[in-house]
């Protein structure tokens, strides 16, 4: 046998992992993207869901809610088994559940609707397990480079979900856009079975209900051990509370006059939110220089002036369109600051369980944004809902300017500078 050039024969060290082909990777960003559309299809298309109901609108927030407390839900109970089973089998277990209850949205009504979308939300976090399972697959020079694709196909997804969305229901009708999210979750799971290598090595030891329950609370002991981490919790909750009021209440505002758009131009719209791809690519560079909590305050401030300000010019269409921008970039740059803020504080190994309590938290605060938009849009209109997304801005960066006193007025031993948490 030829003696490898490196000496590694000699040495007995263990083989580097094969680089995945970019072929792999690029199907691995499609499959992330196409999981995170489902939890976005309904917000174009919710005044003609509504009208082929026979309901008002706002009737419908309690589906758009469900749909994220299913995924906070699936990020806190089934993201963590990717540290312990088969992440090939949860990835296609995943999936194939989502395509079913895809199929099956367009056939239901009333409270059987709202409990397909929460089941929808659950099912949906394969792409959180799609991540941690590239960078497993990444030699360590290119693990950043494949992370770093496999999360743009992450915000391209939900960014351009809501225009196929439009689209599709403009050409056809609403029903159309879960039949053909049905069909994308089939092939995504026939190219992830064809592509992804089976594990390698002995096979994974059967999780016991003790293990399952020892794993879930393991995430709790890390929020009360860790303040940082606590602490972003909140932030990306309250960030993306505010993220979910302004894409319930777009749609709402743009079907009604003198606007009347329809599904097609509502989803239109929403290519706007490309800046939110520009304020990731930038919060990463400020926090890498450890600028992460000046981040995270003009994110918050530009939340709630942006808000503050549509309230007021409820009619102009290009006040509307601006705020889109500005909120979708200011959300996006406080949510990379703040995975980049906890992931800088914690051990390798706990890097999926971190991710599980940010995430759940990040969607719980969606799902109350979905929530409080029911009954705030119809006592109040655009002015009310455009508050509340000023009261989850402000609320955030109260939180951030309150931290940044208390850390200054704390004492610092000599020569220990306080640094930009």
């Not at 580097?16 to 990777?25: D, I, M, N, Q, Y």
């Not at 994220?68 to 990020?75: D, F, I, S």
């Not at 009708?173 to 026939?190: H, I, P």
């Not at 609370?217 to 302004?246: D, K, M, Q, W």
Request: glycine share 12%; net charge positive.
């Amino acid at each position: 046998m030829t003696q490898a050039a490196d000496g590694g024969a000699l040495t007995g060290a263990p083989p580097r992992p094969a680089s995945p082909g970019r072929l792999t990777v690029v199907l691995l960003a499609v499959a992330c993207g196409l999981c995170v559309a489902n939890l976005y299809y309904l917000q174009p298309i919710l005044p003609d869901l509504a009208d082929s109901l026979d309901i008002r609108p706002e009737s419908l927030t309690p589906a758009l809610a469900a749909t994220q407390l299913g995924y906070a839900a699936g990020l806190l109970a089934l993201v963590p088994l990717g540290d312990v089973v088969d992440r090939r089998r949860l990835v296609s277990a995943l999936v194939s559940c989502a395509g079913v209850i895809l199929a099956v949205i367009p056939l239901a009504r009333g409270a059987a609707l709202v409990a397909l979308f929460l089941l929808l939300g659950l099912f949906s976090v394969a792409a959180m397990v799609i991540v941690p399972m590239a960078a497993g697959m990444a030699p360590a020079e290119r693990r950043g480079q494949i992370v770093g694709t496999v999360m743009t196909g992450v915000i391209l997804g939900a960014l351009l979900c809501r225009t196929f969305a439009g689209l599709i229901a403009g050409l056809a009708d609403w029903r159309a856009v879960f039949w053909c999210g049905s069909a994308a979750m089939w092939a995504v799971l026939l190219l992830l079975r064809r592509t992804l290598p089976p594990p390698s090595g002995p096979g994974q030891p059967r999780l016991s209900v003790t293990g399952y329950l020892r794993l879930l609370r393991s995430v709790g002991t890390l929020l009360r051990h860790n303040s940082e981490l606590a602490r972003r919790c909140l932030y990306g909750a309250l960030g993306f509370g505010a993220f979910t009021v302004l894409w319930t209440a777009v749609p709402l505002r743009l079907a009604e006059p003198p606007y009347d758009f329809g599904a097609s131009a509502i989803g239109l719209v929403g290519l706007l939110g490309a800046g939110g791809a520009l304020g990731a690519n930038l919060a990463g560079r400020f926090a890498d220089r450890g600028r992460s909590t000046a981040v995270s305050a003009v994110a918050f401030a530009l939340i709630a002036v942006s808000f503050a300000g549509v309230a007021a010019w409820e009619s102009a269409l290009l006040a509307m369109c601006a705020v889109i921008v500005l909120v979708d970039f200011a959300v996006q740059a406080a949510h990379i600051t703040n995975q980049t803020a906890v992931f800088q504080k914690v051990e390798a190994s706990e890097r999926s369980r971190v991710t599980t309590a940010y995430m759940t938290s990040y969607f719980a605060g969606g799902a109350l944004g979905s929530a409080l938009m029911g009954p705030v849009w119809r006592n109040g209109g655009w002015p009310a809902s455009a508050l509340l997304g000023c009261a989850f801005g402000g609320l955030a960066l109260a939180l951030v300017l309150g931290h940044v006193l208390r850390t200054r007025n704390r004492p610092h031993h000599k020569g220990v500078p306080a640094t930009d948490a």
